[in-house]
């Protein structure tokens, strides 16, 4: 009888064991490599990978692409989102940080998440021009002053259109955006006459420096200190931090303090991660999507404002003020811009003037 007895209790040991882990989890399940197919017209297309399940409590790790050096604005804001992950998920969730485009470049980020080279990418939608039609409406001239209500602008607008098409394959981790751009250059423009035939650098999107009468150049920030030293560029549309952060101000002795367009970031998962994630990881995720947004916003203006006090200060750069004759000139030669980019938007089947309209108003709210 005591043998038998001991056995029992053996036996209801390994079944309360058993039960705990079918509470807790115990097993995960690894994810498959994606299938690209060729379909005979010459069509690609490009099958996410299959879901993954973690179970809840189990440690879960993520490869964290960005483009850029982690010294820039949303460098800094994705290591303080690495940061937070890892304390609302008491350290269930690590982060392995990839910057300055050592894993993905902004040539291949969305298509690398959907490929599981990394589990979440931050790029510019701008980058992959035609791919976020919708998103690229933010890009547009006049909507916002600062990055903090440019941030929390398109994040309120995006998130509410988050089943975008163009967003089908995706969970959004954050949304943000730069401060709007400005002319950083060798010689001093304060007329929009005298931008005409200007070469200046240009991050793509909406051909804002055409519209103003320069000419707009591509090419990658890694390029730009040498383009400018020879001459090859008289300046830069960008963003103020790049001013300190790259040295700009070294040769660029003007600001034509006039806000133009901006550039957004777009930080995702696939769908697939997302949704094979435990439940208070999706939760983590999801409650620190907002605030990332806002850090950015504020971490750019903030960085903008000590590149401009520092390049006034170390660099002798002037802050070229227009009048009010030529504000309106300006404003009237992007009008026509503006207009033509929501009408080819819209040409795609897309609620663009709607879209528009949203980033206004919350332009307007976040002000």
Known sequence: MKKASWITAVVV?????????????????????PTTTTAGGGETTTTAAESTTTTAGQPVEFKFAYFAPEATFPGKASLWWIDEIGKATNGQVTVKWFPGGTLLTPKNMYDGILEGVADIGLSCPTYEPGRFPLLSINDLPGLYTTGTQASLSIYDVTMANKDMAELKDFHIVTVFSMEPGYIMSIKKYDTLAGLKGAELRTPGGPKILEALGAVGVGMPQSEVAQALQTNVIAGVYSSR?????????????FLTNYPLGQVTFLAVMTKAKYDALPDNVKKAIDDLAQPYAAKAGEIMDQTAAESVEWSIAEQGLEVVELSADEQKNFADALAPLTQTWLADVAAKGLPAEDFYKQLQDAAAKNK
Do not use: N, P, Q, R
Not at 13 to 33: D, F, K, N, R, Y
């Open 13 to 33: 040991v390994i079944s309360l064991v058993g039960m705990v882990l079918a509470g807790c989890g115990g097993t995960t399940t690894t994810t498959a490599a």
């Open 241 to 253: 931090e790049v001013l300190k952060d790259f040295k700009y101000a070294e040769k660029c002795k």
